[in-house]
T-cell receptor, first 110, second 111 residues
Framework: EADIYQTPRYLVIGTGKKITLECSQTMGHDKMYWYQQDPGMELHLIHYSYGVNSTEKGDLSSESTVSRIRTEHFPLTLESARPSHTSQYLC?????????FGPGTRLTVT | RKEVEQDPGPFNVPEGATVAFNCTYSNSASQSFFWYRQDCRKEPKLLMSVYSSGNEDGRFTAQLNRASQYISLLIRDSKLSDSATYLCVVNTLDSNYQLIWGAGTKLIIKP
């Protein structure tokens, strides 16, 4: 079983608020990822990192930022939440092949 | 055309039947291939990697056809617990080793 954690699991927040979604893994994996997924839809890559101090933008990154100061920690920040950000956010990590996902954060912006 | 395409289904299959579905990919430079399983409102979980020679894990068999650029997943003796969405994932050298995800095929096993 993969050891990757996300908090909070559920978040309801008002428009314009700044939020940070936490992700941590205890497997020592260098690569970490953030995906966004709406119900029944495909995964979209938001950001990824190949190691400490490495971050890259994915397809949907323009409204969020990430940091990778420690190997085990990869937080995602939305500077100003909007209703269009309502979705599930999935964090993942990998070493060689295959991704291990956290349980996700279900975000609702009102 | 999407880089990775899957029939969205749903595939409604009686328990005990054999079911197979394919996933096509457009980039011939693709290097690695995977099948993931995702239950409703849960995170995806790695089901199996797909090797060039094909591979089997219990009731599940994955195959790769590089010439026709598709991978397949076969499930034998299907169980109710196999009901899920199956996601095809391709790792392509051209996209800086990023994983390209299919939208998934929904499988419903009926008693």
């Amino acid at each position: 079983e993969a050891d990757i954690y996300q908090t909070p699991r559920y978040l309801v927040i008002g428009t314009g608020k700044k939020i940070t979604l936490e992700c941590s893994q205890t497997m020592g994996h260098d690569k970490m990822y953030w995906y966004q997924q709406d119900p029944g839809m495909e995964l979209h890559l938001i950001h990824y990192s190949y190691g400490v101090n490495s971050t890259e933008k994915g397809d949907l990154s323009s409204e969020s930022t990430v940091s990778r100061i420690r190997t085990e920690h990869f937080p995602l920040t939305l500077e100003s939440a909007r209703p269009s950000h309502t979705s599930q956010y999935l964090c993942a990590s990998s070493e060689f092949q295959g991704l291990y996902f956290g349980p996700g954060t279900r975000l609702t912006v009102t | 055309r999407k880089e990775v395409e899957q029939d969205p289904g749903p595939f409604n299959v009686p328990e005990g039947a054999t079911v197979a579905f394919n996933c096509t990919y457009s980039n011939s430079a693709s290097q690695s291939f995977f099948w993931y399983r995702q239950d409703c409102r849960k995170e995806p979980k790695l089901l199996m990697s797909v090797y060039s020679s094909g591979n089997e894990d219990g009731r599940f068999t994955a195959q790769l056809n590089r010439a026709s650029q598709y991978i397949s997943l076969l499930i034998r003796d299907s169980k109710l617990s196999d009901s899920a969405t199956y996601l095809c994932v391709v790792n392509t050298l051209d996209s800086n080793y990023q994983l390209i995800w299919g939208a998934g095929t929904k499988l419903i096993i009926k008693p």
